[in-house]
């Protein structure tokens, strides 16, 4: 049986071409951010005819460039290293046509629009933006630990829990995630090591009763992590007590390191709204404190944090600034 | 003779989702893969909205063209590879205050702690003429229960999925002919199935066919189509329809949960519905905008929640812990 | 051989281990011209051996005519399940497949003597006055017969003038014909009333109520 293809034309925009004052062209979209949200924004953007341009940021890919293999993602039941994902996202969008720049935006201004983006290399505008710059854990900045990132050092138990069966971890962090995520691990590994800085927790108490009734969770008190050890995979960690000094070594075939996210909203700090821990505040249909600026992904989701989450939150983000744009160009149009 | 279908002895799932389609399938990979027992129950691989769907585009990551039918199935053999289970029956009636919840299907019932409701918008509201009055009187929707009253005698199915194909090749075991009257010029089913009925010597199939009417005073005595430009009347004494629509699926529900404007269902920011451990992901949800990879996203964050709904109750109900 | 495998034995054990209080399963049969008349026997004594508060009683359709009579049983093979009191829950032809299901819950609830309904439902059929008859037509291939028995079979408890059966339409062409079956469930009332599907509750009371009305124009 033979299936027809389906692929549907879209109408070109009735649009009028736009140029800014010094006669530069203005982008429909910008996306600022080069991972799965970002770039699934563009493949929608692109595909609906939308001018795109997409700023990825010196690092392109976003997170899942950086883990080894990517086994949850929908639709690829082999599992799909992070880099050969990211940039199938990339070569789809710019096949519909996005422009794709490695540039990493230092500036931007939503006071009017055209938006003005400014990055390193150049400076672009836009009559509409999405925000997809990710968040990134923050590190424990110990040797071993850029060595072993994505095989063996981890930042997310959802993700790479499944590889740690029937094995020993240490979980580096005292707050709600790493608890969390210490009790998720037990149902795949035999032992679960939290490693605190402190000698009582920061999570919230029901984790708390949770963790001590769980006969695989272990505590070391008044630790911290100086060095992750090994030689072709993870074998052990070297903690420091706070308290005597002295020195040991716990075995261990993973760490999961739980000490927080760093959202990349700096540059936004003044023009959009954003939470106590600096994430970007959207509603449910990705909008931003500022018409016309959208946001998805990590940036403005501190408890998900999965590649097919931020790729939908793209996918509408897109939806809504092509939605945001067709209103402004009925009435510019009227008016003109 | 089968005497199965025994509502006891089974031991609840800890997740049951309704449906297999993107945001079904995606739900049991995430809950398959956090060590949650999982069963999904689906009407099969074609059944739903991207089931259907000849080829889609922009799911992010798979830049050819592909088939929903076959995006559906890598997410599927994905979920099962982390031990979700997959059975096709159709789902007839739930019951989501109890505890167990439980779901009655046409081949048995599944009790379960949490159910996802994941059945999409292929829904109908609009009949063809004839059909609603004939109804039990030669227009069927179940080849299995009626069959055996058209013994001899020529019957049509309207429809392309696999349902209406597996319908009508259940048909060619009672009725001397089965018309196959398909909506579109391919059929929408799985290759097996489709070759099977192109083969089957008692079935004539018409592609493109538009139904306009089923006839009879009495009881259905033809039905009226036009087919390549032309009207004809088939004599045929019963109509079996497969067709599909586009509003949420929620008959089965029987009013347990509140539903919005056209059926749509309604849920919080973790995509749980207003009863405790029962959420609901995809194109049956209100404003949904009918992405794959949007239904998707849905499943996980669903997933997450139903863990934590699970989680909690355990350290409530320590009795239950294993 | 016995019908019901060990799996299917287990089941059904521990579906019925909770009985409020006997059963009596009254069967009737004929040797010759009924076509499932011998597997509905043993199928009806195998149920028998699996809970000590279930018991077979087998009655000759034309031998024990008065006893058919007395319980209104006017074609074989037929079970009359009956509890604390006779409540008019019928089946004809054999229960198999789907219909398996609808013994058991019949055996379940005629037990307790009382009927699984709503509390509106309960009220209503308090109400009724009037003989009701209630005949549902399955087929055992169907997943959605045993929804409209099982209701039909709890109305016939919740009032003592209202009896539902249920009748295996292949095995009764004749009613097949005479009632229009074509599709199943389809619900027949009082010969007048008719309904198509698995309809819920609500639906087939309003149904009753016009049969009724129809009982006294």
């Not at chain 1, 959207?282 to 404190?289: L, M, V």
């Not at chain 2, 889609?56 to 982390?82: C, H, K, M, T, W």
């Not at chain 3, 019928?90 to 055996?107: D, K, N, Q």
């Not at chain 3, 097949?176 to 698995?198: D, S």
Request: charged share 20%; aromatic share 8%; glycine share 10%.
């Amino acid at each position: 049986m033979k299936i027809q293809p389906l692929v549907m034309d879209l109408e070109p925009k009735a649009r009028p071409e736009e140029a800014d004052a010094e006669g530069a062209e203005v982008y429909d979209l910008i996306i600022i951010g080069g991972g799965p949200a970002g770039l699934t924004a563009a493949i929608y953007a692109s595909r609906a005819r939308l001018k795109t341009l997409v700023l990825t940021g010196s690092l392109p890919g976003g997170q899942p460039a950086n883990t080894d293999v990517v086994e949850n993602y929908p639709g690829f039941p082999e599992g799909i290293t992070g880099m050969d994902l990211a940039q199938r996202f990339q070569s789809q969008a710019e096949r519909f046509g996005a422009e794709v720049v490695i540039d990493e935006v230092t500036a931007v201004d939503f006071s009017e629009r055209p938006f003005t983006v400014r990055a390193r290399s150049a400076m672009y505008r836009g009559q509409s933006v999405v925000v997809a710059t990710g968040a990134v854990p923050r590190r424990l900045g110990v040797p071993g630990e850029d060595r072993f990132y994505g095989r063996g050092v981890s930042a997310c138990a959802t993700c790479d829990g499944f590889f740690y069966k029937d094995k020993r971890v240490v979980v580096v962090g005292g707050g709600d995630s790493a608890i969390a995520e210490g009790i998720f691990l037990t149902r795949f590994a035999r032992e679960v090591i939290v490693v605190h800085r402190r000698d009582q927790l920061r999570a919230t108490k029901i984790y708390q009763e949770q963790a001590f009734a769980n006969p695989k969770m272990r505590f070391v008190w008044n630790a911290v992590v100086e060095e992750i050890l090994g030689e072709q995979t993870v074998t052990g960690v070297r903690v420091r007590d706070v308290k005597t000094g002295e020195t040991s070594i716990i075995e261990t075939d993973g760490v999961f390191v739980y000490i927080g996210m760093v959202p990349g909203t700096e540059v936004f700090a003044d023009q959009l709204e954003l939470d106590e821990a600096g994430y970007i505040v959207a509603d449910r249909h990705q909008h931003t404190s500022v018409p016309g600026v959208f946001v998805a992904g990590d940036v403005q989701d501190p408890e998900y944090r999965q590649v097919v989450v931020a790729a939908g939150t793209g996918a509408v983000a897109a939806m809504e600034a092509e939605r945001f744009l067709s209103e402004y160009w009925q009435t510019s149009h009227q008016e003109g | 003779m089968d005497l199965g279908f025994l509502p006891a002895g089974l031991e609840p799932y800890d997740v049951l989702v309704i449906g297999g389609g993107p945001a079904g399938a995606t739900a049991a990979l995430y809950t398959a893969r956090a060590g949650l027992r999982t069963l999904v129950v689906d009407k099969g691989l074609t059944a739903g909205a991207l089931g259907t769907t000849a080829k889609i585009v922009n799911y992010p990551g798979v830049p050819g063209p592909l088939s929903g039918a076959e995006l559906v199935r890598r997410i599927r053999d994905q979920a099962v590879s982390f031990g979700a289970e997959f059975v096709t029956d159709k789902v007839l009636r739930v019951d989501l205050r109890g505890d167990p919840k439980q779901v009655w299907g046409g081949e048995g019932v599944y009790p379960a702690q949490a159910v996802v409701i994941a059945t999409g918008a292929m829904g109908r509201t609009r009949r063809i003429p004839g059909e609603e009055r004939l109804l039990g009187r030669g227009v069927s929707y179940c080849a299995t229960c009626d069959g055996p009253f058209f013994q001899g005698q020529e019957v049509a199915v309207v429809g392309n999925n696999d349902e209406a194909v597996e319908e009508a090749l259940t048909l060619t075991r009672f009725a001397s002919r089965v018309h196959f009257l398909s909506p579109t010029a391919d059929l929408r089913a799985s290759p097996e199935l489709g070759e099977a009925l192109a083969a089957h010597p008692q079935v004539t199939l018409y592609p493109t066919a538009r139904v306009r009417e089923v006839v009879g005073q009495e009881r259905v005595e033809g039905v009226r189509i036009s087919h390549q430009g032309e009207e004809r009347t088939i004599p045929v004494g019963g109509v079996f329809v497969y067709l599909q629509g586009n509003i949420p699926v929620t008959d089965f529900l029987d009013d347990q949960l509140p539903v919005g404007q056209g059926g749509c269902l309604l849920v919080d920011d973790s995509f749980q519905t207003v009863i405790p451990g029962v959420f609901a992901v995809g194109d049956v949800l209100c404003r949904h905008l009918k992405q794959a990879v949007v239904a998707a996203a849905d499943g996980v964050v669903a997933a997450m929640a139903v863990d934590r709904y699970l989680s909690g109750r355990k350290k409530l109900r320590p009795d239950w812990s294993r | 051989m016995p019908m019901l495998d060990d799996n299917v034995r287990e089941q059904v054990v521990d579906f019925l281990k909770d009985l409020a209080g006997p059963v009596r399963l009254m069967m009737f049969t004929q040797e010759f011209e009924c076509e499932y008349c011998a597997e509905t026997r043993q199928l009806v004594e195998e149920i028998g051996e699996l809970s000590e508060l279930v018991s077979v009683e087998v009655y000759d359709f034309l031998a024990d005519g008065e006893k058919a009579e007395q319980l209104g049983v006017d074609k074989i093979p037929a079970i009359a399940v009956i509890g604390a009191e006779d409540y008019g829950v019928r089946f004809y032809g054999i229960p198999s497949g789907y219909e398996f299901t609808s013994l058991l819950h019949a055996i379940r609830t005629v037990a307790a003597g009382k009927p699984e309904l709503s509390e509106a439902g309960v009220q209503a059929l308090a109400e009724v006055t009037e003989p009701i008859h209630i005949q549902v037509f399955v087929t055992p291939t169907c997943p959605y017969c045993p929804q409209s028995v099982t209701l039909a079979h709890q109305m016939a408890i919740a009032s003592p003038h209202v009896r539902a059966d249920m009748v295996e339409a292949m095995e009764f062409p004749h009613l097949a014909v005479r009632y229009q079956v074509m599709g199943v469930p389809r619900t027949v009332i009082n010969e007048t009333v008719h309904l198509e599907g698995a309809a819920p509750e609500p639906m087939v009371l309003e149904k009753l109520q016009e049969a009724l009305a129809g009982t006294e124009g």
